[in-house]
């Protein structure tokens, strides 16, 4: 017994020697080798160990035969080395190795090239390293649990009697008393290897866990302790390596602890924190299998087997688990403070990076945590419902919003919650679907289903990862394009049908923009004593009564359905408004028109103004022509005293006339009509109303561009042509006062030359020197009214030239080559740009820039204080 002790005792040290050996012979296969020689010598009944030995003589013999039977050579070397060791030591000795040589040249023979995992006497040999790179810790977790059903031979029964058991062996019992079947003490505790507390030390760190080597410092790294110094080089090295998976771990485990400041919020968050979940689990089902692995080797009293659990060994298999765990701790932290739409978009930016593993980490991650954007995508193009507790959607519906504004302002993109992989034009086709499902629900009151709703929900619950996909041709992209053009396309069946969409479109243009010019003609004239009037005196329904009266000499056919919806609008007047300054038509639409037309309507006021002053301008020159031509032929009286002014006077409006004429043409079919036949080509193709509405926004935005209202032009253009138009309507209040003064003049003169006629008829003949000389002072009087009146005229039309001058000078200095031609047809026979020689300059930059310089001062208060006009008034309405 004493015997067998000492041999036990000295098992380590024969097991390091026969490693030495191995290695020696074997080299590459020394691990296999040598595993099979100690099963065999622990398993046979005649071991090393064994108490009764061989003679020598057998087992040379043995040798021999072995050595004949593969080379004569071989057995030649052999007898030869024999022999000179039969001269170095004793029998006993040269017995025991030649025993050991045979048994291992025996299992050389039955070793097969390539050893199967499932012969090994070990019950943890896993080929983790032969897995592939995208295995995940699923995959590693079902690995280890098959072969454990497959190898572990002691039933659950017996092994936790056998840990009851082991828990009971006294502290100075060692492994071998177990083998040898001695009873422990059950009184005492049994101490176990430092071997096996190690690796035990190791499996808790493993999960983050400080011990009694291992300690973590402030920032979360493990340091080891002072407890270590008995720890090898190696060992140490192991721990630390190990230590490293622990640290990544809780790098990992805090992002899923609602006290870290790591935390992920948000649903788009807690979907990836689930994937976390997930990962940290399959993790913890390896952690615990060889925390059972090294239970089950205390359990076999077994600890100086080839087969017990190592630091090397968690290295191996801890290896690839370590390589995942990292990936997607450097993944998280790219996720940090991120939510929704960013999150997502993060992640997605990840996922052509790294090998396959790594991609195949992230998809998994981007997948899970777009869950809840598959989520909120189903509500809102299914029902027109936003599920979006945490403000993370895409689409963010403004509550504020009444539901009259539902089309245009109720919903909107967001485009810092917009993921990458979800394109502008495809979020725009999400956000029209599922808003226009609301529209019909709220608006028009129509619930009937959608067509497609059950075809998109089975393409969100089977295909969600064709979100992911480069390229829109995924059956998911065009499901939800399906959705977007039956929802939008039954949309524009009811606005086009239901309630003729386009018929109040065209009554808009005719009324608003001034496109029926025999309406428009009519109702200057009928309103044109009302608006003389100051702004104060006026009332809207006198003019309402005006405006229907003109439209039914106008409109016979629509006359009713236009009343209803077209009105009379009095801005707020100041003082010295008259009604010219203060009236404007107005469009009034109601129910879905309201929702969808609603912010056009501000546009179609801002055109009318502008318009209708033009038109108004046009009505008084027609006017102004007109009153010349007859009082030319009432007033030949006065020609000779009258004709320097006259022809001045004719002059001038022929030039305005021209000018406001080609205004007229260039505004109202250049550019209004021109547009609208474009919008109605637009119109046609359209396939949603989406395309109706973007079309509608092109055509007002070109007539604002075209009516100089834009923002380039309205500070520029429009405002010299303002005051182009206001000195035209000084030019009607100077010949208004002048052919007053004219004609008091004749009357004076008539009443003189009747008062001669009577006076002969009477027999008076003439009349006396105080009325002869009272008649000479008035006309002189007269005359110098004339003379006054003619430089007032000129002081007019220098005002009307100089701004027409830069009017001109901006057009052919514009960029837009449709204005540059305007400008030539404006001046067309050249007779402002004789009088202006920075007209004569060709178009080059240097001209633009001294052109420039010309007007840059034209806007200051100072320069525009003597001009008769209310600037403020004009721009503003």
């Not at 004239?525 to 006026?538: G, S, V």
């Amino acid at each position: 017994m004493a015997s067998n002790k000492n041999n036990q005792k000295n098992l380590r040290e024969v097991y390091d020697l026969l490693d030495k050996l191995v290695k020696k012979f074997c080299h590459d296969r020394h691990k296999e080798v040598l595993k099979k020689v100690t099963t065999g010598i622990v398993d046979s009944q005649h071991g090393f160990f064994s108490n009764s030995q061989q003679d020598e003589s057998i087992i040379l013999g043995k040798v021999k035969n072995h050595l004949a039977n593969k080379s004569q050579s071989s057995l030649t070397i052999f007898l030869k080395q024999h022999e000179e060791l039969s001269t170095l030591t004793d029998p006993k000795f040269r017995t025991s190795m030649l025993t050991f040589l045979l048994c291992m040249s025996d299992m050389e023979t039955k070793l097969p090239n390539t050893i199967d995992s499932k012969e090994s006497g070990s019950s943890f040999t896993l080929p983790i390293r032969s897995i592939q790179n995208s295995a995940s810790m699923e995959q590693i977790y079902r690995n280890i649990t098959i072969r454990n059903a497959s190898m572990n031979s002691i039933n659950t029964e017996s092994n936790l009697k056998l840990v009851n058991f082991r828990r009971k062996l006294p502290s100075s019992t060692s492994t071998d008393s177990v083998l040898d079947g001695q009873t422990p003490d059950s009184d005492i505790s049994y101490n176990y290897s430092q071997s096996e507390e190690i690796v035990q030390e190791a499996i808790y760190a493993l999960t983050g866990k400080s011990g009694k080597y291992l300690k973590k410092d402030v920032t979360g790294d493990f340091k080891l302790d002072i407890k270590s110094r008995n720890l090898n080089a190696q060992e140490a090295v192991s721990l630390m390596r190990l230590a490293e998976t622990g640290r990544l771990h809780n790098e990992i485990h805090k992002y899923t602890d609602p006290n870290s400041e790591y935390f992920l919020c948000g649903l788009f968050g807690q979907g990836l924190i689930a994937q976390i979940q997930i990962e940290l689990t399959q993790f913890y089902g390896l952690i615990a299998h060889l925390q059972d692995n090294l239970n089950n080797q205390r359990a076999r009293s077994f600890t100086e087997n080839n087969d017990s659990l190592t630091l090397l060994k968690l290295i191996s298999y801890i290896s690839e688990p370590q390589k995942r765990l990292k990936i997607i701790s450097e993944l998280l932290q790219q996720c940090k403070n991120l939510k929704g739409g960013q999150l997502a978009t993060t992640l997605h930016s990840q996922i052509h990076i790294g090998n396959s593993s790594s991609r195949s980490i992230v998809k998994s991650f981007l997948r899970a945590t777009c869950r809840p954007l598959q989520t909120m995508l189903s509500f809102w193009l299914l029902d027109g419902e936003i599920k979006d507790p945490h403000n993370e959607f895409f689409i963010e519906e403004i509550k504020e919003v009444s539901s009259d504004r539902l089309w245009h302002h109720k919903y909107r993109l967001v485009n810092s919650r917009l993921p990458s992989f979800i394109s502008k034009q495809l979020a725009n086709n999400i956000l029209v679907s599922g808003k226009s499902i609301n529209f019909l629900r709220e608006i028009c009151e129509d619930k009937t289903p959608i067509k497609g709703r059950e075809e998109l929900r089975l393409a969100f619950e089977n295909n969600i990862d064709d979100l992911f996909r480069e390229g829109c041709d995924s059956k998911l992209h065009d499901m939800i394009d399906s959705v977007y053009l039956n929802t939008s396309q039954k949309v524009l069946e009811i606005a086009m049908g239901q309630y003729n969409l386009m018929e109040h479109l065209h009554s808009m243009r005719k009324y608003l923009l001034l496109g029926q010019g025999d309406f428009i003609g009519l109702l200057m004239e009928n309103l044109k004593d009302e608006l003389d009037r100051p702004a104060k005196d006026l009332y809207q329904h006198a003019l309402f009564s005006i405006v229907s009266s003109s439209i039914r000499a106008t409109s016979q056919f629509d006359e009713n359905e236009v009343l209803q919806h077209l009105d009379v609008k009095l801005n707020h007047p100041i003082d010295g408004d008259k009604g010219w300054d203060i009236f404007t038509l107005q469009y009034t639409v109601h129910g879905p028109l309201a929702t969808i037309l609603e912010p056009n309507m501000a546009k179609y006021q801002e055109l009318f103004k502008p318009l209708f002053k033009a038109k108004h301008v046009e009505f008084v020159l027609n006017n102004v022509w007109k009153e010349q031509m007859l009082n030319s032929k009432t007033l030949r009286n006065l020609k000779k005293t009258l004709n320097p002014v006259t022809y001045r006077l004719h002059l001038y409006t022929s030039e305005m006339i021209h000018f406001v004429n080609q205004m007229q043409y260039y505004i109202l079919f250049e550019v209004i009509e021109c547009s609208w036949t474009q919008f109605i080509k637009r119109v046609q193709n359209a396939k949603a109303l989406d395309d109706i509405l973007s079309a509608h926004e092109v055509f007002l935005n070109e007539v604002r561009i075209g009516a100089f209202l834009d923002n380039e032009t309205k500070t520029t253009l429009y405002l010299h042509l303002d005051i182009v138009y206001d000195s035209i309507m000084k030019l009607e209040e100077w010949q208004k006062t002048f052919y007053e003064i004219a004609y008091k003049e004749a009357d004076a003169r008539q009443k003189f030359e009747q008062r001669i006629i009577n006076s002969e008829k009477a027999g008076t003949y003439g009349v006396t020197t105080e009325m002869r000389l009272e008649r000479d002072e008035e006309q002189k009087i007269f005359e110098q009214l004339i003379s006054t009146f003619k430089k007032s005229l000129d002081g007019i039309g220098q005002t009307y030239e100089k701004y027409v001058n830069e009017f001109l000078l901006m057009l052919t200095s514009s960029k837009d080559q449709n204005l540059q031609l305007f400008g030539t047809r404006l001046d067309f026979n050249e007779y402002y740009k004789k009088r202006d020689q920075r007209l004569k300059h060709p178009l080059t930059y240097e001209h633009m820039r001294l052109s420039g310089m010309g007007f840059s001062g034209i806007f200051s208060r100072s320069t525009l204080s003597n001009t008769p006009m209310r600037l403020g008034n004009h721009l503003g309405h």
